[in-house]
């Protein structure tokens, strides 16, 4: 019976493990598919999800107990050890009482669990764009060098990126951004028709500002903070490599490492840089007409902050466009 119970919770545990990409056998977003509802939106997949996982820490447990039950009697141990195991040491990391522990109550440890889920479900998407993974097949798909044998037409449902290159931008210059990939990454995984109310999910769980749409928080999400979550999940061995302009953040990108080839730097700069500093360049002079023509003092000192903030970006993308031209 010991022997039944431990095969039971290795295969739990493994499964456990198996549901995030940092495991060899990582196959699918178990989010994806959570939902057995035909049309679902990303919340009921979510709501499913947590009541799968809800279901495996509770058969853990009590497996667990029975377990400890085995041992207790075979040792006449029954007036000093008791069975039970607490929620905090059922070892899974779908468990959030085990995975955050410290003084979080329970609502704000499936707060934090939340969060991070919606921090996963952009690191998978971004492993779709990059042709890492890809929603027409399970697991791995290409992680070779060089960009040698890469197929597009391993993915039909969402294509991968032409270059591995994808923008990092709080501002929306290209159609091909990360932002803006991520919208269509979430509009063929879950229903079309619930666009709004998904995107709306993603941005409250990453912690939207009152300011801001459910669009300009994912942005400032991807440009500000999903690198740093993805240099601690890699244990600071990244596989997407960030480049950046600098401490302006006039523009900033991932790379595929398995992608990366000799004409990655090159094509950086044609395709992104060298427009960019167009589109700047443009933005700045429409800046400068529309100060002149400004109706009140407000609407004047918020376009002259706009336009200070994009000459110091054009200053630091010629900086970086001379060194990766160099580089090149």
Known sequence: RVREIVSKLRI?????????ERSWDFQSLPLLTASSDPTPTLESSYTAWITQNKDTI??????????????????????????????????LTVNPAYRYGGKLTEEEQWTRF??????ELVS?????????????????????????????SSYTTFPADDDGIVPLTDVAWFDDDAANRFE??????????????????????????????????????M?????????????????????????????????????????????MRTEYVIPLSSKINSRIDQLEDDIASATSTSHEKR??????????????????DENLRHYA
Not at 68 to 89: C, H, K, M, S, W
Not at 303 to 320: A, G, N, S, W
Request: with cysteine; charged share 30%.
């Open 58 to 91: 509770a058969e853990m447990k009590r497996l667990e107990e029975e377990n400890n039950r085995l041992f207790i009697d075979a040792y006449g141990l029954a007036d000093e050890l008791t069975p039970d195991v607490p929620i905090e040491q059922i070892t």
């Open 12 to 20: 739990l545990v493994h499964a456990d493990w198996d549901a995030y």
């Open 184 to 221: 269509k990454f979430i509009a063929t995984a879950w229903p079309a028709e619930h666009l709004e109310e998904n995107l709306t999910f993603v941005a409250d769980a990453l912690g939207q500002k009152k300011t801001e749409s459910a669009r300009d928080a994912i942005r400032r999400y």
């Open 124 to 152: 998978y998407a971004i492993g779709c764009m990059m042709g890492r993974y890809s929603l027409d097949a399970p697991g791995l798909i290409y992680a070779h060098s060089g960009n040698e044998g890469f197929d597009p």
């Open 114 to 119: 939340r969060q991070d889920t919606m921090e």
């Open 303 to 320: 376009l002259t902050r706009e336009r200070d903030t994009l000459i110091k970006h054009r200053e630091e993308l010629q900086d970086f």
């Open 223 to 267: 440009a500000s903070d999903f690198y740093k979550g993805h240099l601690q999940t890699y244990k600071k061995r990244p596989i997407y490599w960030l480049f950046s302009s600098g401490k302006q953040k006039a523009f900033q990108c991932l790379v595929y490492l398995h992608r990366y080839n000799e004409g990655t730097l090159s094509r």
